[in-house]
């Protein structure tokens, strides 16, 4: 969520009897406490229509929320998560064996990128342990890559990783080595180990300037897979990256890896695709309650809900913390909806009414609003109220008057800078970034995670938050800094507040361009202080602590590549759609109506990938109707195309067989002359064999010799024969047509051919499948075209009633409306089966109890008839 957020509290607006501490709980009469307001006024009364309003033409959104409400949880059954338990075992059977320090290490930096540290913290934690307390480092030895990778991993767990560690690399004039250059794998390492520096190291700032310029250097002069992995890394570092979004592009990458753990491979995937499904479901959740709200009819707003899900998921993606992500979700969607009335919609009038209301945490005077802002804070007043009454009903704490000391904080900062707006005020840098600490809504959202999160709330932990200690600054200025970068040309655009960008121009008279390379130098520099305040002491819980970095790291993933948020016209619908397409085949899910562009491709991939598209490639199967449609609608209808044509195919030569084997057996046995010659009226030379496929030659031949050899002679088969190609020779001569083999064919089709009385309508319902489901489709395929008057229902309840059970059984659910739905999901369900196979573990066999061997008695050998080959004319009769 491009949280737009604003800018500092009006002084002008503070009542001294009205200023709220966080550290004094504030009493609030139990009738207003928690009570739900609704709206009642009559919308004839509102003044929208009166007041000259902005619009800043933001798209809609991209999502339909009729499919996201429709999403499923797929994987959340127990023939999921049993054999992720299982593996999950195993891998911390394997992490607790593991002694080699370097092998330990790197199995650990696996774990983490897949997505999997909260599965094995404890496993982690002890083995960083084992290799910070292994006295021994001559492992280490001359080995950057080694070296790089324990300063990292130290680090990240807060151990103490001196920067001298990397001073063995350099030369006797005190550069590093350029020898280094040569070992690609040791410099990425260095290059993400650098990003974990502090103020005033200057061997890790010398070593992140030397390995990004090499690196950029290396492009084309090594191998495809490192050069993907080295453009990955430059694109962002690995300690900025999001969790979730590395885990989905590191479970491709280490897939590819020669060494790569299947077990852990395996459970990464499944891991992936369980949490997605909870995430799927909470996410449904929301999108009724966003539609019931209303909010999303509101025009002049950012209808951003799934983008704001996306937040939540970046600060916490674990399946544990859904409470979170539900209460923060609705928070940061009104955060959106209350900063466009501040940046585009109110007017001063109004925002300062509406400042006021909220300062006061009181309803009373609303009816002076407009009908869309009034709503917007009846919904502000009315979830608040919801996520206070759960928080005192789990935790026994009521927060109500701390959620509306920072309501209050952030629309007094939001105010001040529509005063800006208003008044024409262009503040210095330093002015822009103090108020943006608290209108960017980091500490808002900060709160409620601590809120959410914390088993045990505490006074202490409540003072430290309200003070706005360093690290919980500097998580609101990279989320500021990125939104600035991302959006400040389209805001600008628009005619909104000045940005951080252009107060340093206006400030210093510097280009643009000199300006964002001075807001990125702040941007580094705010996560070295970040790096340093993360090995203080503070009295919050290990996952508030994890939160606070993450919400600055959510915000460069999501500004990354522009206005990800607000404004998503930065790519192009065709781009957009060939990144997602190609990877999900899920482009129908995202509603292409809406305007003709979507966000950066980070954000809308990750977001899609991270709640519609499960990770393909594990053994599990798709089980809800809508990826089946979406597959079905991916592959375009070729395969029905396919399969018609090969149905066709196989018929086509069906027949032709049969005719070729009825035409030799009436040629060789009639040994007429106008069948080994030229026909003396004609003029036509049988002797060619005209158009009969080589095929054909050979099927005449073959039933010549048998017959030879049965017979002796074909004399005796000359009546009949004979008698039939002489009157169909009659036949032709007398219509005056020309006899050809083509005519030939088509009348001993309609001769021998089937009639009538063959039932197809029989034969497709007694239809059953005894082998693959490719060949029983291809019959069932090849019957259903020949017969009359079916319904598409009635096909469909035959080709479920003919299917092996165990296909059927899991298809039948879905209620299959057509045949072709029918036959792609028994595809799906057949795959499924086919996979799971390699899953099950084979059970032991048998042990057979032993026994005594068979008494054998003798038994008389029986002689067999003897074997008598059948006259032509016993055949005959027979046939007749």
Not at 88 to 113: C, G, M, S, Y
Not at 155 to 163: E, F, K, L
Not at 797 to 820: E, V
Request: net charge negative; proline share 4%; aromatic share 10%.
């Amino acid at each position: 969520m491009a949280l737009r957020l604003q800018p500092l509290f009006s002084p002008l607006l503070v009542s001294s009897t009205r200023i709220h501490s966080l550290h004094v709980c504030r009493k609030l009469p139990t009738s207003d406490t928690f009570k739900t307001v609704r709206c009642v006024t009559n919308p004839l009364t509102s003044n929208d229509q009166t007041a000259a309003r902005r619009s800043a033409n933001y798209p809609p959104s991209v999502w339909d929320y009729d499919f996201v409400q429709s999403l499923g949880c797929d994987y959340t059954e127990e023939k999921y998560t049993r054999p992720a338990d299982e593996m999950k075992d195993e891998v911390k059977r394997l992490i607790n064996e593991t002694t080699d320090p370097l092998a330990k290490l790197e199995l650990i930096d696996a774990v983490q990128r897949l997505g999997l540290k909260y599965q094995f913290e404890t496993e982690i934690k002890n083995g960083v342990d084992f290799v910070y307390k292994n006295s021994s480092d001559a492992w280490l030895f001359d080995d950057l890559y080694a070296t790089a990778l324990r300063f990292r991993l130290l680090r990240q767990h807060g151990c103490n990783a001196p920067q001298e560690v990397f001073a063995r690399f350099k030369d006797e004039t005190g550069n590093f080595r350029t020898q280094l250059c040569e070992d690609v794998k040791g410099l990425l390492s260095l290059y993400e180990a650098s990003f974990f520096g502090l103020e005033g190291e200057t061997i890790i700032d010398e070593a992140k300037a030397f390995t990004t310029t090499n690196l950029k250097n290396m492009e084309g002069e090594i191998s495809p897979s490192l050069a993907r992995k080295v453009g990955h890394a430059l694109d962002m570092p690995l300690h900025w990256r999001l969790t979730r979004v590395e885990a989905r592009w590191f479970i491709d990458t280490y897939e590819q890896e020669q060494d790569m753990n299947p077990t852990l491979l395996q459970l990464a995937k499944l891991d992936y695709n369980i949490v997605q499904s909870v995430h799927r479901k909470e996410v449904s959740k929301l999108a009724r309650w966003w539609v019931d709200m209303g909010l999303d009819k509101m025009s002049f707003a950012r209808d951003r809900l799934v983008e704001n899900y996306f937040w939540s998921c970046g600060v916490f993606f674990e399946p544990q913390f859904g409470s979170f992500r539900e209460m923060e979700t609705k928070v940061a969607s009104l955060i959106t909806t209350v900063d466009d009335i501040y940046d585009v919609y109110g007017t001063l009038e109004e925002l300062e009414l509406f400042t006021d209301l909220v300062d006061r945490w009181d309803i009373n005077g609303i009816d002076k609003l407009p009908r869309n802002i009034k709503t917007c804070l009846l919904g502000m007043y009315n979830t608040s109220n919801e996520i206070g009454y759960w928080t005192l009903k789990e935790k026994g704490f009521n927060i109500i008057p701390y959620l509306s000391k920072a309501w209050a904080d952030l629309c007094k900062a939001y105010f001040k800078e529509a005063r800006w707006y208003h008044g024409g005020h262009k503040p210095t840098l330093e002015e822009y970034l103090e108020n943006a600490v608290v209108s960017v809504s980091a500490p808002l959202l900060l709160l409620g995670c601590y809120f959410l999160t914390a088993e045990e709330i505490t006074e202490e932990a409540l003072h430290y938050i309200d003070k706005h200690p360093s690290i919980m600054r500097c998580s609101s200025t990279l989320l500021r800094l990125a939104n600035d970068l991302g959006t400040s040309s389209d805001e600008l655009a628009r005619g909104d507040n000045l940005k951080s960008i252009q107060c340093y121009m206006n400030e210093t008279g510097a280009s643009e361009e000199a300006a964002r390379e001075y807001i990125s130098s702040l941007v580094h520099k705010t996560w070295k202080t970040m790096n340093k305040e993360m090995f203080e002491c503070y009295p919050f819980s290990e996952p508030f602590l994890s939160a606070i970095p993450n919400v600055g790291r959510t915000a460069q993933c999501i500004y990354q590549y522009g206005d990800g948020h607000g404004v998503p016209d930065r790519w192009t619908k065709d781009h957009l759609m060939s990144q997602v397409s190609n990877k999900e085949k899920e482009e129908k899910r995202f509603n292409l109506s809406s305007a003709g562009s979507f966000s950066p491709e980070e954000n809308i991939y990750f977001v899609h990938r991270s709640v519609v598209g499960p990770i393909s490639g594990i053994r599990a199967m798709a089980s809800n109707k809508e990826r089946i449609e979406a597959l079905e609608a991916g592959l375009g209808g070729v395969q029905d195309g396919l399969h018609k044509m090969e149905v066709g195919m196989a018929d086509r030569f069906h027949h032709l067989e049969g005719t070729i084997n009825r035409l030799s057996d009436l040629l060789l046995a009639t040994q007429e002359p106008p069948l080994h010659g030229t026909h003396h009226r004609e003029g036509h030379d049988w002797g060619t064999t005209g158009g009969i496929l080589q095929n054909g030659k050979i099927g005449v031949s073959s039933i010549y010799l048998a017959m030879t050899r049965r017979n002796g002679s074909i004399a005796s088969s000359n009546s009949l024969s004979s008698r039939e190609l002489l009157k169909l020779t009659r036949t032709f001569r007398e219509e005056g047509r020309h006899l050809s083999w083509a005519n030939f064919e088509d009348e001993l089709w309609a001769r021998f051919g089937p009639s009538e009385c063959e039932d197809f309508d029989e034969a497709l319902s007694r239809i059953r499948q005894d082998g693959s489901l490719r060949d029983y489709q291809r019959e069932f395929e090849r019957l259903g075209n020949r017969v009359r008057g079916w319904t598409p229902r009635a096909l469909v309840g035959t080709f479920m009633g003919g299917l092996k059970t165990d296909i059927s059984d899991g298809i039948r659910m879905f209620k299959p409306q057509t045949l072709k739905e029918a036959i792609g999901l028994a595809r799906m369900r057949d795959d499924q089966l086919t996979r799971q196979k390699r899953f099950v573990r084979p059970a032991p066999p048998l042990r057979a109890p032993l026994a005594l061997p068979p008494v054998s008695r003798a038994t008389t050998p029986t002689t067999a008839a003897p074997v008598r080959w059948l006259t032509w004319d016993e055949m005959q009769r027979r046939r007749a």
